[in-house]
């Protein structure tokens, strides 16, 4: 889990944690991943102010969760929002949801 974290910048990371279904501790299987080719965004908004540098990924995954609450068990497409400052510094989730 300490690895995922590391994955998501800390006012994602704090707003996530809080939330019923939580990837931490909702989920129990997430298995056939498939991710798309990254999308530039101007990094304003979608919780990417404050960055240089922004994308936008969308996914596709089957999902089983111990609790359903806002999305479906089964066949799922979710999109993330990535930032960074600069080219050296690693992409961090800031934002998630239906691409």
């Known amino acids: 889990m300490e690895a995922a974290k590391r994955l998501?910048?800390?006012?994602?990371e704090q707003r996530f944690e809080s939330t019923a279904d939580s990837w931490f501790t909702n989920i129990v299987?997430?298995?056939?991943i498939e991710v798309g080719d990254?999308?530039?965004?101007?990094?304003?908004g979608n919780g990417m102010s404050g960055y240089q540098q922004?994308?936008?990924v969308l996914t596709?995954?089957?999902?089983e969760q111990r609790?359903?609450?806002?999305?479906?068990?089964?066949a799922t497409s979710w999109g993330y929002m990535l930032a960074r400052e600069s080219d050296g510094d690693p992409?961090?989730?800031?934002s998630q949801g239906m691409g």
């Open 38 to 44: 990254p999308l530039p965004q101007v990094p304003e």
């Open 8 to 12: 998501l910048s800390p006012e994602f």
């Open 60 to 63: 596709h995954f089957d999902l």
């Open 29 to 32: 299987s997430i298995t056939n």
């Open 67 to 74: 609790t359903v609450a806002s999305m479906h068990n089964g």
């Open 91 to 94: 992409w961090l989730i800031v």
């Open 54 to 56: 922004g994308v936008q």
